[in-house]
């Protein structure tokens, strides 16, 4: 109850930065919550699933190239012929790399969508006529004004909040629970345990192309860094940071990141090195992360 | 393709895919017997590329910096197997990636805070500055005095593992290392030696490669996704399969660079995928585990 009622003001808090109308924090939580519609959707695969892909971030950088293409290509600009079409693609390419990667278990699967992740990235850094290294411009977003945009970003992250942790608590998602616990016992009840995996697959990637083209629809671009591997890490990062298996967690996670980065900036050029003690340390002193602070005894 | 220039193709192949067995063998027998994904080996590759770069221009010996560079990259694999990687031996591969992916990022801004942003060249020593002539084309020497180190060492690794107690217990930790736990050995010093000596083969591969690909940021990163296909492909674990999963994707890289100029990167993948479907397991890994 207390949780919920967190969860609330913190949107309701979210969405009254929309009605102050400041560029940069419009700007700058856009962004942070774009960081946590994609930490979400890995939150469905890493903590519920237990799969560690390191293949979000390509679905990203998909959505975000599919939109560019569309738009500076065939001339659409409408949302809504742009959104279903590039959450489309994102979807797919989820669903052939999931195919493929899914047939490896444990560390292959993650070294597999790691190969599937840099084969995408070295694909759009080397095409000179997708911008190479720099990357594309969006010649016209869906939304013009920030503030439609910042809106937008605040609705997805809403929705997919709300459907995922619907969909986890529907008999769905307990199968899914199951198959992290035990997948062999899961599969001896009859569960096409594969088949399972790769719809959270799926689903989690088309999150991830949300987030990716609400991303280019805020900046107007897209880069092949954004699509790499470090990408994908760092994801994985803010969802182990806010508590894995939480939903709610990682999104906290990303919005810690995002501030921490921002002001990290600010002190030090080297706010790498920040990042990168803030990593170690959680995964040596918090492994249940900011959430496992909240909750206080092991779940499960 | 001429026959010269397919020549010096095929040895630049090769000679590509011998440095990739030295940072891709540690990476699997580091999977293998100590059970950790490390994410921070291509960051060895990366610090001993830069460490010959900066010794050999302070000395001006390359050969200086390699004897001086080797004992410091196995003092550095000693610290971060013993502050960091031995403490993630218990636990699930989440953590693992996380942790060793901190450390790539410590190291990265190590580099950059030490080294900079610029590219560095690294000069060859004078003695193998010369070329070989191989057809209408012609062979750095130096490129051909790695091949063959690297063939050295991989043969003088073959010794090691095959031949001696050390190499047995490495063997047998890679299929089972509880076991070898339970019949008495000291696993953690096993452990470190093992990592060392990984950390200490990447080093050198980059120290051996600075004067042929110069010496930059994220020269650790292809490597180490290389150094993964490498493993997958051969299968974890499995010395023989680095071996020929290195020189399969070496291969398919350089001759894929000559014949589908732009999908080079892209081809390397499809190779790995070919074999993932073929064999998920890699072409010489362990047998799927009670299943």
Redesign the interface.
Known sequence: MRRRLLLLAGAAALAAVAFSGDRFWLQFLGKAMIGCILAIGLDLL?GFTGL?S?AHSAFFGLAAYALAGLTNGLGLTSPLATLPLCLGAAAAAALIIGW?SL??????F???T???T??LY??FN??PSLGGSDGLYVQARPVDSRLAAYLAIWASLIAVYLLLSQMLRAPYGRVLEGIRGNE?RMRSLGFPTRRYKLVAFVIAGATAGLAGYLDATLYGFVTPAQLG??QS?LI??TV?LGG?GTLYGPAFGALLLAFIEHYGEQVTE?W??L??????A???FL?RGLAGLLQGRPRG | MSLSLFALQLVNGVEYGLLLFLVASGLTLVFGVLGVLNFAHGSFYMLGAYLAFWISERTGSLWLAILLGVPAMVLIGLLVERLAISRLYARDHLSQVLLTYGLVLLFNELQRALWGNEVHGVSTPGALSFTVPLGAQTWPAWRAFTSFSCILLALGMRQVVLKTRFGMRVRAGASNAEMVEALGIDVRRLFSILFCAGTALAGLAGMLAAPLTTVYPGMGESVLILSFVVVVIGGIGSIKGAFFGALLVALADTFGKVLLPGFASAMVYAVMAAVLLWRPRGLLGAAPEGR
């Not at chain 1, 047939?103 to 292959?108: E, H, I, L, P």
């Open positions: 890493v560690v390191l493929l047939r490896a278990t444990g560390v292959y993650i070294m597999v790691l190969a599937f840099q084969m070295y694909f080397d095409a062999q591997w470090r890490g994985l990062v182990l894995k080297h790498n090195a990042i990168a003690a803030l990593v170690i959680v995964v040596l492994p």
